[in-house]
């Protein structure tokens, strides 16, 4: 009996695998066509001087290019592609704000602003690397969570600084200034909350806060709380002697002890982010398991094996 039934626990794990990949597949291939489309409309604009997107504007106020692939407002790609037609020069402080991009492009955002100028400034053979040779080079651009909007501004800078006078370079790349969490941003300001207003930079301060490593440190320290639980009494039971409440219990457990110490900005970044703006609990639990999910094959572990433990239905 126990062998068929270990039988039966390979070929449902098996089956798993199998609708897992295919799903992945059909992901990637997905987001070949994107590309691919992308990079369709670009080739078909890239010899006009200027190009012209038409905005809808929705029940809100808030204005949407219509073009579905190729935008202002797409992924890391259209950005890295798109640049203003007319430009400017840098004048005295150009260069500093595309040093200061650079560093929030490369994650180095939870600093002063002449500190992320300096980050740029000390990784200065690096960027000429990218510049010089993307492919064959380093790689550094790669490291960016947007490469390709990275890339775009290390050509900038060492476009500025070959220019021999950066002050009178012409620019025309887009410079992103973001905000922190607008969604708390608003509610802080409507309630006069100068604690949620700090968290989410609305006070003047050194250095910028960051109201999702603050989220993270709560996180965290329940997690750390759940997995150092003594539960030994209920794993000595068999499966089929524990009540309902005791299987939640070990498995809250188990699955605590499995993302102990892999719980980071990124895990609660966008279910914080997304949780002003009406994500629902299913979509708020989904985004955590895909994070977490990322977090368990970097460290080697076999997702299969443990879907059920990480989805902690």
Sequence with gaps: KEEFREMWRQFRLD??????????????YSLQC?????????????????????YNLDFRG??????????NIGSDLNRGLLTFTKSKPLGN???????????????SDK???????????????????????????????????DPFQALATCQEIVSAMDSGDPTTYECNLPIHMDGSCNGLQHYAALGRDRGGGKAVNLCDEDKPQDVYIG??????????????LDLAYLQCKHVEELSKEEKLALKNHECAKLVNGMVDRGVVKRTVMTSVYGVTYIGAKKQIHEKLEEKLEESGLDIDEIEQEVRND
């Design 93 to 107: 402080r150009g260069l500093y704000w595309l040093k200061v991009h650079l560093a929030n492009l490369l994650g």
């Design 62 to 71: 808030r204005a949407y290019p219509i073009p579905p692939h190729l935008s």
């Design 215 to 228: 989220v993270m440190e709560v996180v965290k320290e329940r997690v750390r709380q759940e997995a150092g």
């Design 34 to 54: 994107s590309a691919l489309l992308k990079l369709n409309q670009a080739e078909k604009f890239k010899s006009y001087n200027e190009i012209y997107f038409p």
């Design 15 to 28: 089956v798993f695998r199998r609708k897992r990949i295919i799903q992945k597949n059909m992901d990637m």
């Design 111 to 145: 600093m002063s602003f002449d500190d992320r100028a300096n980050f740029t400034e000390s990784n200065m053979d690096e960027i000429v690397n990218s510049v010089r040779d993307p492919f064959g080079g380093n790689r550094w651009w790669m490291k960016a969570d």
